[in-house]
């Protein structure tokens, strides 16, 4: 270390330029930064396959709803712009098809006498009786009290998904008329989702880096030690985010925390060596030369500071297990982030140091600041009452992990935004009224027309039917059923039923191509009717719920070969959830690993692992316990904070031990080694907790939920983090004495 800090001051301005110039060249790149609201592609190409496939298959899945509310959506002047609505949708490129009411078309408005008036009643009451008969429209275009209709909007599957959202709703707007207009469907969340990840980046950016500003100036109240650290985590943002265009990824709602995970971390290790100059600098009462000075903090401190920025690292990078790709790809950013913070902490702030000429000292001896005073009373009271302390933990943890069982695993994008919401209130809708959002499709193979295929399709439909999560069902056979119910009176034999020959399936197919939309039909089965889909539209956004609904339909088809696979929506939120449980365990067994065998080689001792394991332990169990007790999710960005947590808080767990280990060389008197450890280290572990808490805080004011929930937990899970080391490590020591601590074998 004393050569390369030799190296430092020697080479201070190549140093210096290295680190400028890096963060210059990645900002280029930033430009092309884009956003992907998609949740599909948060799974990797090989878990989306079949979704693709039924896409090709059978036209774009995505569906946008255009819901007008009303007291009757009969009355004359709504159905007339339900009709001006479906026109106007009709000039937009990008759309498939469009249903709406159908036979409204056929009572020319002004041939309606004057609302009210008795013709006008019973036109309307035709029209009523005669859709209430249409079990494909009602509970799906007209919900079953006549106070809601729907139009339903499908798009193409090679379309500007965004482009045509935005078009549609525009237009949509421009129709003047009766009745409350509102918008659902995931395409409408996806638009939101893309406009409100951009917003989030602006407001997080500039109040992170006030708050940073804030933290640094009461931590140090001097330029060089606000500005070295700031300016170091400013750079590291711009070489983490320049990375994602130059790697032709994308921003998402998960990666648009990338820039506050660095506000919070990356200026940690400028922290600790700031705090060190000014301790160094007040002892020697200002008067020794800032070459010295720079040197004597590298030599101190580069060590455990690269091995604290190592472990971080570690535990970030095992983000990248996720088979969610955004969770991954955050592990490799926010590592590249951090590893350049790590690295001009320990070269560059320094380098600068060097430069600049020894400041008077912001620490006077006469003059103890408030948390060196705090922190003597805490090393006094913790010296009193180390069993205590230990013992109110160890009641604690159970408490927490028995509310582990109730964690709730959700990852649906409508509960992204808060209640009142629009994305919120017409998801509620369309579940209530128009049989759900969230679909799963059962993919057919056989010969559609035969009669006895039809009767299977029509069998486990009426199966699916009766689990109380599903709105609508819709497939070839009950279509054929509806077609039948025009052709046959109500009394007469083959109503509303299944033609017993091929043929009579064939004729009644064609009538309703005729008579139809064709694109109806080519939604239920391909061209030449050797494979189908049932459609099964979930009432639930619960991402639990559409992976029980998905479960019990995959039981129900698992030894027919007639129906040959599960997919849709619903499948890719099953899957979500899986991988959210599976990168949760993964990323945390593996987190807690990579940092224990970090700690054991630092202090080459195998209880040293386990040492630093406990605050870390402590502080995760309360964040699990408190979720499953207050009913926070489990989900993509809840599931990110046990990496960041044990890679953060292993830190503050180093330093405290690096520090206690070198006091108890020098006293041999555990509560003294203690008191000079918290009275050192101890400021440094406090400023750089403060502000990490103070830069995720930011995220409450997300405008997504499970943004919102992440920054809270994160603020609680460090918190617990600095307690424990500066609170349990200490009681730990003072009451067990580890070895490996006390300068002996073991």
Known sequence: MSKLSVFVIRFRWTVI?????????????????????????????NMRIHLTELEEKFGGMEVIFVIIEDDDILRPSITERIVNISNKLKKIDGIESINSIPMIERYPFEEYHPEGSEEEIISRENLRTMLKNNDMVMGTLISEDFKAAATIVRMKNDGDGLEVTERIKNATQNVEGEGRLSFGGMPVIKKYISNDVPRDMMLFMPLGLLMMLATLFVSFKQLRGILLPFGVVIMSIIVSMGLVPLLGWKMTTVTIILPVILIAIANGYGIHIISRYQLDNMVAGGKKPSTELASGVFKELSKPVFLTGVTTIAGMLCLTTHTIIPAAQLGILSSVGIMYALSASIFFIPAVLSLLSTPDPV??????????????????????????????????????????????????????????????EASMLINEKFGGSQVVSINVEGDIKEPEVLLKIDALEERIAKNPYVGNTLSIAKLVKLVTKGAYKEDEKGYGSIPETKNAVGFFLEK????????????????????????????????????????????????????TKVTGSGVVFKDLIEQVIKGQIVSLVLSFLAVSILVILLFKSFVAGLLAGIPLAVSLLLMFGLMGYTGVALDIATALISSIVIGVGVDYTIHFLWRYRKEMAKHEDRVMAVEHTLLTTGRGIIFNAVSVMAGFIILLLSSFVPIRFFGALIVLSIGACLTGSIILLPSICIVFNPRFLSGKKG
């Not at 060249?25 to 948060?42: F, G, T, W, Y």
């Not at 943890?397 to 808060?418: E, T």
């Not at 539209?537 to 007639?562: A, F, G, H, R, W």
Request: charged share 30%; hydrophobic share 45%; proline share 8%.
């Open 17 to 45: 330029l290295f680190f400028l110039i890096l963060p210059l060249l990645m900002a280029i790149p930033l430009k092309d930064s884009r956003v992907d609201p998609d949740v599909e592609n948060m799974l990797p190409e």
């Open 363 to 424: 620490i006077k001896k006469e003059k103890r600041p408030l948390t060196e005073r705090l922190l003597r009373k805490l090393s006094v009271f913790i010296s009193r009452h180390p069993k205590k302390l230990l013992l109110f933990n160890a009641l604690l943890v159970p408490a927490m992990i028995a509310g582990i069982p109730m964690i709730i695993v959700d990852s649906n994008l409508a509960g992204y935004y808060p209640e009142r919401h629009p994305v919120r």
């Open 512 to 563: 309703f191509a005729e008579m139809g939309d064709p694109e109806e039909l080519k939604k239920l089965a391909n061209e030449d009717f050797s494979q189908a889909q049932l459609i099964v539209q979930i009432n639930s956004e619960s991402s639990e719920t559409i992976k029980k609904v998905t479960e019990d339909i995959e039981k129900m088809i698992e030894d027919s070969p007639l129906f």
